[in-house]
């Protein structure tokens, strides 16, 4: 008889390139890594708070490997290099002499990187996490069975749903009772604010106080934090646009003066080449490092609307094209309008999609709140939807006529305000109606958990009027960095291309410009190159999203435009 094991009918778990990678590693360094775990317990806690799954042995083990890898690359290179005798390329090879370690000191610093991640992503879903189990706790329903609906969100919640499958699996899986699975999980998450409200939940629990008061107050101290968090931001983007202003601005001023200070000196236009460089690649360079780090600083939401990018992506070949056509325009001219024809698409796009956004956000609360009142009448939810109909919402007004025509089809309200949250492209907005879902499935939505409702939406829109306010002061610094790169190109192709006066009577002078008519026109294709990533930037940096930066790119090249014309009737300078 054919004997048949297990692994016979199951299949393989498959593993991801990290257990492949690892476990390599640990087949060849196992007998040294499994002394070092031993004698390090830090290190289990640290993966333990981290999205990492590896062992501390195969993590230390993955470190050798790295460590001995990038070694042999840089013996291999220090061997090619004493070969061909190049001292170049030896002095280039010797720099990477500090590899092998850091890439060591690296992998075993990544659980810590990790735990930094997992935090700052749950940071940002946080206040509507507690918002949700505040809502449900007012319908009877408790933090766990709030966790087992947030594990099913990963649409709304992807952060959270993964904390609340970790304390689920323990619960449900391993046997631990919801006590010990929830200190399990404060001991282990990095996020403080998170942990807090765990233990602060079985001290409840324990003591048998009151929960309902102990999450209000903690919501509230969310709301605090998070109201702060949002000012230091603030003062950090203002550091950050300071810095910003004096590469694009200040520096390219300076390096314009020395540049054409040095074609005066020599008679030539050498110096356009620097600045060409300068504008081309080392702004734009520098634009996407800026906003990169504006992206770590502010505070970020699971979902994206990529509407607007996909219209760039779509639009960009237009501007290539309009560029490459031979119109008879001077470069300037050419480049800008190449540039708007590549964004007029993304900024209409942009902006009605901000104003969706806005107006969304900004009446939901009062439409929560007219349900709640209606509630207290005693007026079912689907009542009070079809009696809001006619009442004003802005653009909010039409998904209430819609909703309210679905009820009167005998579409369940839970599957109404569902299909609503699935089609509008506001996050703040879906994850409202998808809390007003859950609201009225605990059990038709009690009066106390509507009001809970309203309160936290309007809370959460005045602290997003809040953040709005406070960045919105730094989107004039662009500008103002943007109108400085053109005004100092006109002020200089002015002064250099008038006559010097050199007698003292003032009647020799050299009529000879220093600079010509096509030397204007590079300068002036570089400054708005420039206003053109300026404006990308204050987008990102004045409203939190580098799609708003479409409609001040566009604005900041027309300023570029209008500002030639002005400066030719101006000066009676003939720049193009």
Known sequence: MK?????????????GPLDVVSGFSYKLFGRYSNGIAANSPWLRDEIMGSNMRITPEGLISLAFFGTVLSALIFAAEIGVALALANPFLLLISGAFAATPPLVFLLVMRSPKISQGSRSAALENELPFVVGFIVVLAGGGISPIGSLRRIAGMTGIFPNAAKEAKRILLDIDVFGLDPVTALEKAAETNPNKPFAELLYGYTTIIKTGGDISSFLNNKLKEIYEARSIKVKKASETIGTLAEGYVTITSVLGISLFVLFQSQALISHSSSGLQGIEVFGMVGVPAFSMLFMYMLNAVQARYPYIDYRAYKAFGLSAPVGVVLFALPLPLD?????????????????VVAIRAAREKNALEKALPDFIRDISEGRKIGLSPEQTIQSLADKHYGLLSKHVKKMSSQVSWGVSTVQVIRTFADGVKSWVTREAGMLLTEVIDVGGGTVKSFSDLADFTRKMNDLEGEKRSALKPYLFI????????????????YFISTPINLGPTGTSAASAPAIDKGSIDILLTVAVFESWFIGMVGGKMGEGSVADGFKHAFALVVIAIVAVFIAQAVMHLSLL
Do not use: Q, W
């Open 3 to 15: 004997r048949t094991g297990p692994s016979a009918a199951e299949p393989k778990p498959s593993l």
């Open 331 to 347: 470069l300037f001219f050419h480049t800008s309008v190449a540039l708007l024809g590549a964004t007029v698409a993304p900024m």
């Open 478 to 493: 662009n500008y103002f960095a943007a109108i400085m790169v053109i005004v100092t190109t006109f002020i200089m192709a």
